[in-house]
């Protein structure tokens, strides 16, 4: 008997689940199970955040569970799988998601009132990364170069970029495999190449 593919979604900073909306039609399209995982982005604290992602895995299994995240909700896919006793198998995709660390969220909390606070219980996560990829998952990333955001206006961003996450932030040591596509760090949600590109590694394992 074929085991039902899952995906869960979850959105970054500042974002809800609602935004995630293009992406799951175009994943229900492909033939998943597509769930969205809303959270408090900056309100949870991280370890509320990732008992209650590790939770919804649980739910789903023996099937398969892949994660797509998007910026920050890379960062805590990838720290739900680390920390997980016993995750069911699948694979992960992050979009845009700072992996090595932000810049643009460390010059954010350094310029603005209150950044710091904006950032939340995530913040160590968001501004440091990690070191490299070992977990137990297969993880692919799409970053994007289309240079308009914030981390622009902020005039923190080295090389190429979305306008939020640079290139190189998103290139850990470790990981899968690795597509850069013509889209800025909100437009990798509504873009189709994105969308075709996360199908191919939750089927292939590569792009």
């Known amino acids: 008997m074929l085991m039902t593919q899952h995906v869960i979604l ?3 900073l500042w974002m809800r689940g609602f935004a995630l909306g293009m992406l799951h039609r175009r994943l229900i399209a492909d033939g998943y199970r597509v ?6 982005s900056v309100a949870s604290s991280q ?5 209650r992602l590790q939770a919804r895995m649980g739910e789903y299994a023996p099937d398969t569970v892949h994660l797509v995240g ?3 909700g890379g960062l805590l896919a990838l720290r739900a799988c680390l920390d997980a006793a016993t995750p069911p198998p699948g694979r992960v995709v992050c979009l845009g998601s700072p992996l090595k660390g932000s810049a643009s969220a460390r010059a954010f ?3 603005w009132r209150g950044g710091e606070t904006l950032l939340g219980h995530n913040r160590e996560l968001l501004e440091q990364g990690f070191e490299c990829w070992d977990g137990p998952r297969k993880v692919g990333v799409i970053a994007g170069r289309l ?3 914030l981390g622009a206006m902020l005039g923190q961003l ?15 040591p470790g990981v899968t495999d690795h597509r850069v596509v013509e889209a800025n760090h909100t437009g990798l949600l509504f873009s189709q190449e994105v969308a075709r590109l ?4 939750l089927r292939q394992g590569r792009f």
């Open 10 to 12: 979850l959105h970054g």
């Open 35 to 40: 769930h969205r995982f809303d959270y408090l």
């Open 47 to 51: 370890e509320r955040i990732l008992a």
């Open 70 to 72: 998007h910026s920050l």
């Open 109 to 111: 909390a350094a310029r």
């Open 147 to 149: 240079p308009l955001g």
């Open 158 to 172: 080295d090389g190429e970029h979305d306008g939020t996450v640079t290139v190189e932030e998103t290139l850990l």
């Open 198 to 201: 996360t199908t191919t590694f």
